[in-house]
């Protein structure tokens, strides 16, 4: 039996060069015993048996390659010899990669897609709370992530908080970023994080603020926020009373008048000038709408992600009738991971309601999954995507297409219609038209519900909101 002691958990490096010699030594993967020590200086260079003299060296197609970026980071003792399995067989099945119903591509996948998730969960719930030293404010977050990807998200936050010297604790190891560089320790305790500070309330308001009641799932919810991660959340106090006032919320909601959209003062990061490709690229067909909103978080075909929190999928039932199409996730949309939940969707809900629409038996989404916006000051101006950056984009409501095979798609706004139509489609022409797309499905144009917030006369005001509210009635009917 060969022993292989890593120097860590996420030894990428180190596992490489050791599976690397132990293939060229003729060590098949059931001769092969992987195993971690924390101490690197005692392993340094243990990699296996040294390679056999004369062993022409090889290559592993790509894929291979970013898997095992991932699968390492998934919390299993078996990963290592799994990815070690998949390095041997590739010697004598050069295309297994490719076959995704193989038992051990399934479950190396399968890690892969957990990795990512916990490395999505982990860039949504981390909340920093302010402390103070000698050098001045810094800022501290404790999280526990499902995984161990803390090394590989710490990037993401160093740019997203480029001004700030935070450090983030987990149990795995700490992250660290002094405004410059960022470096990493051993794990940490949850005694080592500061417990709150005012910071909190600056959440709580914000999030009782995009909280939407008339979109409330607690399921889904639940699903989208776990409850494992609650107690790091400032916000989670308030979710069991936000809940109860939900329905007098979105009465109220619907009496309202549309409001300016709110002005956020976010801080936000420099352009990254270097890709930090730090997830797999999909290029084959994504087979449900779970994988679609998996995949749009690595998703590198346009730039906009290097500035955006995270992708935004779409979201309703998966045989809705009825698709709504807008443009891009805007600001609130942006930090919450869900579409239509700022001031637009307020007003998009407002006039389904009106238009006796459910949102909830719809599905929506946006042309681009990533907020494009521009620094002003501190502020994220919102900027509109360029016809490179909605065709790239394409690609994922195509299969969002496919997947729900709505009846009618109902683009709100130039962008969306430029989308969904492969084409400028005027929306003064051409509104209250079932337009025949090639995929059989009717396409219906109408205006974006953030047009309607902007009109700034009122009576041209109300008389666009009643078109939009005929213009829903319309497509709901075509639909049925
Ligand atoms: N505007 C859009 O087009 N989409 C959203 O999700 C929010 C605002």
């Known amino acids: 039996m060969e022993v292989v002691r890593l120097a860590s958990e996420t030894d990428l490096a180190g596992w490489r060069n050791a599976a690397r010699n132990l293939r060229a030594a003729g060590v098949p993967p059931e001769a092969a015993l992987w195993t971690v020590d924390g101490d690197a200086s005692l392993f340094a260079g243990e990699g296996g048996p040294a390679p056999a003299a004369g062993a022409a060296p090889f290559t592993v197609p790509r894929e291979f390659v970013e898997l095992a970026q991932q699968v390492i980071l998934y ?12 390095l041997w067989r590739l010697q004598v099945e050069p295309n297994l990669m490719k076959i995704t119903t193989d ?16 490395a999505h969960k982990m860039k949504a719930f981390v909340r920093f709370r302010e402390v103070s030293d000698e050098d001045g404010e810094a800022f501290v977050a404790w999280f526990e992530p499902a995984h161990r990807v803390t090394e590989a998200t710490a990037p993401f936050f160093a740019k997203r908080f480029a ?20 470096s990493f320790t051993r794990g940490a305790d949850p005694a080592d994080a500061p417990i709150s500070d005012a910071l909190e309330d600056y ?28 107690r ?23 009496r309202q008048a549309p409001s300016e959209p709110e002005r956020r003062i976010v801080k936000a990061e420099p352009r990254a000038r270097a890709a930090a490709a730090d997830g797999r690229i999909e290029g084959r067909a994504p087979a ?37 199409v807008g443009e891009q996730p805007g600001d609130q949309e942006d930090l919450a991971g869900h579409p239509f939940v700022g001031p637009a ?33 501190k502020r994220r101006i919102h900027q509109t995507p360029n016809t490179s950056e909605v065709s790239a984009c394409r690609w994922w409501l195509d299969h969002e297409r496919q997947l729900v095979r709505p009846r009618v798609i109902v683009a709100l706004g130039a962008s969306a219609g430029l989308s969904v139509f492969g084409k400028p489609t005027p929306i003064a022409k051409f ?50």
Not at 75 to 86: G, K, P
Not at 103 to 113: E, G, I, N, T
Not at 163 to 178: E, V
Not at 306 to 323: F, N, S, Y
């Open 75 to 86: 919390r299993s003792d078996e990963r290592f010899s799994l990815l070690y399995r998949l």
């Open 103 to 118: 038992p051990d591509v399934d479950k190396a996948r399968l890690f892969a897609r957990a990795v990512s998730k916990a």
């Open 163 to 182: 001004n700030m010297r935070w450090s983030i604790l987990t149990p795995d190891a700490c992250a660290h970023w002094d405004t410059h560089t960022l």
């Open 203 to 230: 959440w709580r308001t914000y999030y009782a603020s995009i909280f939407n009641p008339a979109r409330l799932k607690v399921s889904a919810m639940q699903k989208e926020m776990p409850k494992r991660y609650w």
């Open 232 to 254: 790091n959340l400032p916000e989670a106090g308030l979710i069991p009373e936000l809940i109860a006032q939900a329905e007098a919320r979105t009465s109220e909601m619907v």
């Open 288 to 324: 449900s709408l779970e994988e679609i909103a998996e995949a749009i978080q690595v998703c590198r075909r346009c730039d906009l992600w290097r500035d955006a929190t995270q992708g935004v999928p779409g979201e309703g039932p998966k045989q809705a009738r009825l698709m709504f």
């Open 345 to 377: 969707g307020q007003m998009l809900d407002k006039a389904l309601a009106e238009a006796g629409v459910p949102r909830a038996e719809t599905y929506v989404t946006n042309a681009v999954k990533h907020f494009k916006h521009e620094l002003r000051g």
């Open 431 to 480: 509104r209250q038209q079932g337009l025949q797309l090639p995929d059989q499905t009717q396409g219906v144009v109408t205006y974006h519900p953030s047009y309607l917030l902007r009109v700034p006369d009122a009576d041209a005001k109300a008389k666009a909101y009643a078109m939009f509210v005929e213009d829903l009635k319309f497509a709901w009917k075509l639909a049925a």
